[in-house]
């Protein structure tokens, strides 16, 4: 009995042993599985995580359809809806991917329609996890805000998979949602960047054109201005040339009755050389004493009036630089 006995616990350890290897085969496969499945993760979130370097040169259409891509490819989704908020420069943005075989309405507006309708247009009150809006099949569907408060948008996800979302693919979908945010962000700031700049070329060609325009204005009237000045040269110098060659005696005075020209012979006959007589008053030196006063209000009827009562007119008297009497003198104004 004690050997038969050894010999039957003997048969059933021996009988257990194939058991055991395929328990530990079957342990093996899963763990082989995971290991996949973790690998396949840890890809699928580099892949989340490189989303913002598409925002280079791109705008917000852009991002979203490679968001929706992504996304759709990477969580084999039947459901991926995305909407983004108005922003100051253009409208709101609304696209979707969804499977054939969901039989959901073909534009992304009537998808967020419905989701308005059934979640309510608030979408921080949305709940972490609701099933099929649309009457059609099962659906799991995940909402998930852009920006702390869903200021940004929403981005909602859906799959026909019972077990819809596991823990890696909420993980993966909650990293997708930030990096698109700061994607969005980015884009928006460079796009704002890129706004101003070209705002400010505009202005800096316009200013260019303006400075330019100004500058030959300003360089026609300095070319302008040397040719009148030239001209009164040449003037003035013909007419130095006709005082000097003058036999009669000529003087001119300004609207005061100052003497502003002498030629030579005026020097002549009064006896001022044209530099000391220059800017002295004629009542002062040319008019005798005895007939200034009526010389001063001759002068002043004249330049409020215009009318002359001397000019042309031969003036028996006037004074020389020695006090001397000059006698019938063409006088002048």
Excluded at 255 to 284: V, W
Excluded at 296 to 309: C, D, Q, V
Aim: hydrophobic share 40%; aromatic share 6%; proline share 4%.
């Amino acid at each position: 009995m004690y050997r038969r006995g050894n010999f039957c616990a003997s048969f059933a350890t021996v009988g257990h042993g194939p058991r055991r290897w395929s328990n530990l085969e079957t342990q093996s496969h899963h763990l082989a599985e995971e290991v996949k499945r973790l690998q396949r993760c840890v890809n699928d979130l580099v892949s989340v995580l490189a989303l913002p370097a598409v925002r280079r040169g791109g705008n917000p259409s852009q991002l979203i359809r490679t968001l929706l891509d992504v996304l759709a490819g990477m969580l084999r989704l039947d459901l991926v809806y995305v909407r983004l908020n108005n922003s100051p420069h253009e409208g709101p943005i609304e696209m979707a991917r969804v499977a054939q075989s969901l039989k959901l309405p073909a534009r992304a507006q009537e998808i967020g329609e419905v989701f308005n309708h059934w979640l309510g247009p608030t979408q921080h009150n949305w709940a972490p996890l609701i099933f099929n809006p649309f009457g059609h099949g099962d659906i799991s569907i995940v909402p998930l805000q852009l920006g702390l408060h869903g200021e940004i948008g929403v981005i909602v996800t859906g799959s026909q998979r019972v077990d819809f979302p596991q823990s890696t693919e909420r993980l993966l979908l909650n990293v997708a949602a930030n990096q698109t945010a700061i994607g969005l962000q980015d884009v928006h700031l460079l796009g704002e960047q890129k706004r101003l700049a070209d705002l400010f070329g505009q202005r800096v060609a316009q200013r260019t054109r303006e400075l330019a325009t100004a500058n030959e204005d300003l360089r026609k009237e300095i070319a302008e201005r040397k040719r009148t000045e030239e001209e009164l040269r040449k003037s003035e110098v013909r007419k130095t040339a006709i005082l000097d060659s003058a036999l009669d005696c000529i003087m001119t005075v300004d609207h005061q009755g100052r003497i502003t020209e002498f030629n030579p012979a005026a020097e002549r006959m009064f006896g001022y050389r044209r530099d000391e007589i220059a800017g002295k008053n004629l009542s002062e030196t040319i008019v005798p004493p005895s007939l200034r006063e009526e010389h001063r209000l001759g002068f002043a009827h004249y330049m409020a009036t215009g009318e002359a009562r001397v000019i042309g007119r031969r003036i028996d008297a006037a004074l020389r630089a020695d006090a001397a009497d000059v006698v019938r003198f063409l006088g002048s104004s």
